[in-house]
């Protein structure tokens, strides 16, 4: 039997219209962010359609180096707009109880080769152990995570350690993510998941608030668990054990 779960409406972006100090109206942020990434994604989509063509008509390799530059931003443009549509969403769950090893193992197929190349998994977990989980939200959550382990490390090959094993005493799933980059010196410990919040000139900020949001809809927990003197940066997440 699935449970289905959703945000309180004060803990999700609404779409609704407000009135300044004036009195006038005013769109919300969702509705904004609706027509922004629309008209922002056809002219991104333009740029990529018009840069494919030019590859094939350029025959100098620099010149084809900086087109292959003109589409990494593209793409990096694009995960922007993904961050902000899946920030303006409803989020909800269906939690159904599933296959701990299978869950975590379906989320790592969906990471590059690249990604994958540089991911150390553990695996310590109990024949037979089930979790309540909505795979796809839980799937988002666990690679927002990954990745932002990725880009915290100043070298593109430094590993990522992922621990999975059971907490017994709090009947809990437990996921450790730790990147030997500690966290930038301009960070602020105490907003890390506050949406926006970023040091990185290319990120929006909104990977680990959404991922926090997922883990509380399947009555688990996000936290950053490492210390500020510790070398290296460990984010740890939790999620129920399923009683049936």
């Not at 309180?8 to 990434?37: H, L, Y």
């Not at 989980?133 to 995570?145: E, G, H, N, T």
């Not at 621990?163 to 890390?192: C, F, K, M, W």
Request: glycine residues 4%.
């Amino acid at each position: 039997m699935a449970i289905k779960t959703s945000l309180p409406a004060e803990s999700r972006p609404a779409i609704r219209r407000v009135r300044d100090i004036s009195g006038r109206e005013m769109v919300s942020f969702s509705a904004f962010s609706k027509v922004v990434t629309h008209r922002i994604g056809s002219l991104i989509s333009s740029i990529e359609g018009y840069t494919d063509l030019l590859l094939d008509a350029i025959p100098e390799t620099e010149d084809r180096e900086n087109a292959f530059r003109i589409l990494e931003g593209v793409r990096r443009m694009e995960a922007v707009l993904e961050d902000i549509q899946s920030f303006r969403n409803d989020l909800q769950v269906q939690l159904r109880p599933l296959p701990a090893d299978t869950l975590v193992a379906n989320a790592f197929r969906l990471l590059s080769d690249v990604e994958a190349s540089r991911t150390k998994l553990h695996v310590s977990l109990p024949e037979g152990v089930h979790v309540l989980a909505d795979p796809q939200p839980f799937r988002q959550a666990l690679l927002a995570v990954l990745r932002n382990a990725m880009e915290a490390t100043d070298a593109d090959s430094a590993p990522v350690s992922v621990t999975v094993d059971v907490v017994e005493a709090t009947h809990e799933l437990r996921i450790q993510v730790y990147n030997v980059g500690p966290l930038s010196p301009d960070t602020v410990r105490a907003r890390i998941f506050e949406p926006f919040y970023t040091t990185k000139a290319h990120n929006l900020g909104v990977g680990l608030t959404i991922a926090r949001r997922i883990l509380h809809l399947h009555g688990g927990s996000i936290n950053l668990t490492s210390g500020e003197e510790e070398l290296g940066t460990e984010f740890t997440l939790r999620i129920p054990l399923s009683t049936d």
